[in-house]
């Protein structure tokens, strides 16, 4: 057993609403509204965002923050518009959340210092990395997909037992699940953290969930330009992930990129963040 497991087996439960000594909350003013954001780190070293998924926050980065800052890195996250502080971000009245808004405001957060940005996406927010890579390429030092869809279309026909059903829920049913899950605690995460995550839903906008949920389900095909992309690309897993390890490492040869798997869940972030944050240097140094 290496030593980052080691680390990541001694973790224990915290208060996820407290932040590290050092790290820095503040906003960005993005195309659909203003962003909560969370940062550690020399402003003039490299820069690394981290993007949480849907119902996540910047907050599932607090272990890896001082890692990267440690190593040398400016590391951000942000919550994505509707989601716990960023809740009041999104569309105009009367339009939809989109892939459109989530790209453009990454790209806004990509453009406002240095760059090229070592990007990682987590879960839903893989998929918007993806689009906004083939958007701006230049943008991007190297790209992680955390936990990510490995397929494109009806992202959810592959999940683990449920997948063929989830092509009869429609956004609303999938995003009262979804909660209905986190709140039921199906993964049994420990209790400072099932209450960090009740307390983000009391802010997370529903109407963001239900429309991601049907996004999801219709992602665009990207590997071709993703495998023809020339720079360090890693997929990053848990094997317990929702979807089956087979189809993550099945998506990562397609596209050319490196596989890393955790004796986790769907969220390496917050329970293998040694491990995850020695490999992201490690693709890091590669770029």
């Given at each position: 057993?290496?030593?980052?497991?080691?680390?990541?087996?001694?973790?224990?439960?915290l208060?996820?609403?407290?932040?590290?000594?050092?790290?820095?909350?503040?906003?960005?003013d993005a195309?659909?509204?203003?962003?909560?954001?969370?940062?550690?780190g020399?402003?003039?070293?490299p820069?690394v965002?981290?993007?949480?998924?849907?119902?996540?926050?910047?907050?599932?980065?607090?272990l890896?923050?001082?890692?990267?800052?440690?190593?040398?890195?400016?590391?951000?996250?942000?919550?994505?518009?509707?989601?716990?502080?960023?809740?009041?971000?999104?569309?105009?009245?009367?339009?939809?959340?989109?892939?459109?808004?989530?790209?453009a405001?990454?790209?806004?957060i990509?453009?406002?210092?240095?760059?090229?940005?070592?990007v990682?996406?987590?879960?839903?927010?893989?998929?918007?990395?993806?689009?906004?890579?083939?958007?701006?390429?230049?943008?991007?030092?190297?790209?992680?997909?955390?936990?990510?869809?490995?397929?494109?279309?009806?992202?959810?026909?592959?999940i683990?037992r449920?997948?063929?059903?989830?092509?009869?829920t429609?956004?609303?049913?999938?995003?009262?699940?979804?909660?209905?899950?986190?709140?039921?605690?199906?993964t049994?995460v420990?209790p400072?953290?099932?209450?960090f995550v009740m307390?983000?839903?009391?802010f997370?906008?529903?109407?963001s969930?239900?429309?991601?949920?049907?996004?999801?389900?219709?992602?665009?095909?990207?590997?071709?330009?993703?495998?023809?992309?020339?720079?360090?690309?890693?997929?990053a897993?848990?094997?317990?992930d929702?979807w089956?390890?087979?189809?993550?490492?099945?998506?990562?040869?397609?596209?050319?990129?490196?596989?890393?798997?955790?004796?986790?869940g769907?969220s390496?972030?917050?329970?293998?963040?040694?491990?995850?944050?020695?490999d992201?240097?490690?693709?890091?140094?590669?770029?």
């Open positions: 057993m290496g030593r980052e497991r080691e680390l990541d087996e001694a973790l224990e439960d208060d996820w609403t407290a932040v590290p000594d050092g790290a820095v909350r503040s906003h960005f195309p659909s509204g203003r962003l909560a954001t969370l940062s550690m020399d402003e003039s070293r820069r965002v981290l993007i949480p998924g849907v119902t996540g926050s910047k907050e599932d980065f607090v890896m923050l001082p890692l990267l800052a440690e190593a040398g890195y400016h590391a951000l996250s942000y919550d994505m518009a509707g989601q716990y502080e960023s809740a009041a971000a999104g569309p105009p009245i009367g339009q939809p959340y989109s892939h459109e808004l989530f790209v405001d990454l790209i806004a990509l453009e406002s210092g240095n760059r090229p940005v070592h990682l996406g987590y879960s839903f927010a893989g998929t918007v990395a993806q689009i906004t890579l083939a958007e701006r390429p230049d943008l991007f030092a190297s790209l992680t997909l955390l936990s990510c869809p490995p397929q494109p279309g009806q992202g959810f026909r592959g683990k449920i997948g063929r059903l989830s092509r009869l429609t956004g609303r049913v999938g995003a009262a699940l979804m909660i209905w899950g986190l709140r039921r605690n199906v049994h420990p400072g953290r099932l209450a307390h983000r839903l009391g997370t906008s529903r109407l969930v239900a429309q991601i949920i049907m996004l999801m389900k219709r992602s665009p095909d990207l590997r071709e330009t993703l495998r023809a992309w020339p720079h360090p690309k890693l997929v897993v848990g094997e317990h929702l089956p390890t087979s189809l993550h490492a099945a998506f990562a040869a397609e596209i050319g990129a490196e596989l890393a798997v955790y004796p986790t769907h390496p972030c917050e329970t293998a963040p040694h491990q995850l944050t020695r992201l240097l490690a693709l890091y140094r590669s770029a």
